[in-house]
Structure formats: structure tokens, C-alpha cells
């Protein structure tokens, strides 16, 4: 299977574009005063979180793909290198991390460069076969097909919520009637 139609790497690199974006931002909030990143330190941490997830579910999908390489069409050294790409992008956040956890400290410049240097550390490039139009466009209609089906699904689930909430608003008023009844009952007795 080519690189261009494993999901690995579609997954692959959309988890190095968030890991790209939360370096940005990181590097932003290096820059900004200690008593003003609040909401960015916040952002930054949740994007560590959702990274770390996805990277997690990335190295179980290895861990499936390891039982049997052969099913799947790889080989030792491939999983060895999917393996490289996700410690090195765990490190990547975990760097980041240590950096929020720290705090806020004042600005020094042999440990913003360290740090510089430890974020910067990026993975071996993996097949960059990227001539596989045909494939590039598959994705695209799959990504295009996914995207139809989770708006259909969450028109389903607003029709649902609504049928819900009918139901619920019938229900209120029979209790209502009741509650009246009741109290109706009472004064009689």
C-alpha cells in the first residue's frame, strides 16, 4: 500500500499539522508577558491533551498492524519507523507540557534555546511519495463522504433532541394534570 493511501500517514499528518500549530503557539506564548496567557496556556494544554489522545490511538493502531505485519502489507522496519514518528512526537508535547507546567519564567535565552532545540527536533521524512494524484483525490472524496455522513448524523441527532423534547413537554403537562387532579381530590376529601 503506498504511503498516499495508508492511514497512517493521512493520520500522520494531520496530527504533525496540530503538532506544528501547537509549536506556534507556543512559541507566542513564550513571547507574551506571564500575566497575560492565561487563555493561550489553557489552549495549549487541551491541544497537548487532544495531540497525546490521538497519538495514543495512533500507537494502538501499530500495536494491531504488529501482530501481523503481513496482513497489512508492511514490514519490521516500517513499523519500526511508525513507531520512531510517534515517540518522537509524543516528546514533542511532553516538551511542551514541561514548558506550561514550569510556568512562567523570565525570559532566558540559553533556555528558550534549548527548548527551541528540543521542539524542533523533527521526524525522519516518511515516504514522500506524493505523486499518487488519483489516491490524493480518493482521499479527498473519502474525507468529502466522512464530512456528509457526520452532518447527516448530527441532523438525525437535532431531529431526535427535538422529538425529545416534545415528548418531555407532554410529559410535564400530564404531570401538571395530575398535580391539579390531585389537589382537586384533596379539597373533596
Given amino acids: 500500500m503506498s504511503s498516499a493511501q495508508d492511514p497512517f500517514y493521512i493520520v500522520k499528518e494531520e496530527i504533525q499539522e496540530s ?23 489553557k489552549d495549549l494544554i487541551a491541544t497537548c491533551d487532544s495531540i ?3 497519538v495514543d ?8 498492524a ?18 520512531r514518528w510517534t515517540n518522537t512526537a509524543r516528546s514533542q508535547v511532553a516538551a511542551v507540557k514541561k514548558a506550561l507546567a514550569s510556568g512562567k519564567e523570565p525570559y532566558n535565552t540559553s533556555n ?15 515516504h514522500p511519495d506524493r505523486s499518487n494524484q488519483y489516491a490524493d483525490h480518493g482521499n479527498d ?5 466522512e464530512s ?22 407532554r ?15 384533596v379539597k373533596r376529601l
Wanted: hydrophobic share 35%; proline share 6%.
Fill in 112 to 126: 528558550a534555546s534549548g527548548m527551541r532545540r528540543e521542539l524542533m527536533r523533527l521526524p525522519e521524512p516518511q
Fill in 141 to 145: 472524496d473519502f474525507i468529502s463522504s
Fill in 52 to 54: 497525546e489522545w490521538q
Fill in 57 to 64: 490511538e495512533l500507537d494502538k493502531a501499530i500495536a494491531v
Fill in 19 to 41: 503538532i506544528d500549530k501547537l509549536q506556534s503557539n507556543f512559541h507566542r506564548w513564550e513571547v507574551i508577558p506571564p500575566d497575560s496567557g492565561g487563555q493561550l496556556t
Fill in 171 to 185: 410529559i410535564g403537562g400530564v404531570g401538571l394534570t395530575i398535580h391539579e387532579e390531585l389537589l382537586a381530590q
Fill in 148 to 169: 456528509d455522513r457526520q452532518l447527516l448524523l448530527i441532523k438525525q441527532q437535532d431531529e431526535e433532541l427535538d422529538e425529545l423534547s416534545a415528548s418531555v413537554e
Fill in 66 to 83: 504488529a501482530r501481523d505485519p503481513s496482513w497489512y502489507g508492511i514490514d519490521q522496519p516500517e513499523l519500526d519507523r511508525r513507531r
